[in-house]
T-cell receptor
């Protein structure tokens, strides 16, 4: 049973396109996160949602828009993709009162050509 | 601003040898401290965490880490490395109060294990 799942695993697209990455967790957690890992493996938080409410929004271009239809799902939509968006995007989840114990998904490798 | 430094980008050890991965943090007060492991093509898995109390913490897969307040360090150790330990290791910190749910990660140390 997959705890945190992401789709797709790989995404190759051209500049200017709009794409979405989906994340689902079946751990009963109420907080979810999106991280970006660049080519140098540096991992940085982008967003965090608790019960569908945005609680962390780091300095991320407006082209990135997270959407949480319910507390088990957190999707990431990216408009007008740029070359610099190429990275691995990780979804994670936790309980709100245990934010330090985050469970990560397998990642989505996005390549923008 | 808080930061995490992992001075070793790559480390190579022989199977069966001991391992120590270094981590230093910069923060106004002692934060929560973590080590995560990322196997190739996988997400991150929590190895161990330090909140307070005993400065030597045990984790999964035979790993342990020691918190040294005077050195602002939280080094990861394993007495005997197995080939399956080859992976990327990330140190991370989180504020005890404030800061929301934010984890700040170091840049990682890639561990290679020679057979």
């Amino acid at each position: 049973d997959t705890a945190v799942s992401q789709t797709p695993k790989y995404l190759v697209t051209q500049m200017g396109n709009d794409k979405s990455i989906k994340c689902e967790q079946n751990l009963g957690h109420d907080t979810m996160y999106w991280y970006k890992q660049d080519s140098k493996k540096f991992l940085k938080i982008m967003f965090s949602y608790n019960n569908k409410e945005l609680i962390i929004n780091e300095t991320v271009p407006n082209r990135f828009s997270p959407k949480s239809p319910d507390k088990a799902h957190l999707n990431l939509h990216i408009n007008s993709l740029e070359l610099g968006d190429s990275a691995v995007y990780f979804c994670a989840s936790s309980l709100r009162d245990r934010p330090y114990e985050q469970y990560f998904g397998p990642g989505t490798r996005l390549t923008v050509t | 601003a808080q930061s995490v430094t992992q001075p070793d980008i790559h480390i190579t050890v022989s199977e069966g040898a001991s391992l120590e991965l270094r981590c230093n943090y910069s923060y106004g007060a002692t934060p929560y401290l973590f080590w995560y492991v990322q196997s190739p093509g996988q997400g991150l898995q929590l190895l161990l965490k330090y909140f307070s109390g005993d400065t030597l913490v045990q984790g999964i897969k035979g790993f342990e880490a020691e918190f040294k307040r005077s050195q602002s360090s939280f080094n990861l150790r394993k007495p005997s490395v197995h080939w399956s330990d080859a992976a990327e290791y990330f140190c991370a910190v989180s504020p005890i109060t404030g800061g929301g749910n934010k984890l700040t990660f170091g840049t990682g140390t890639q561990l290679k294990v020679e057979l």
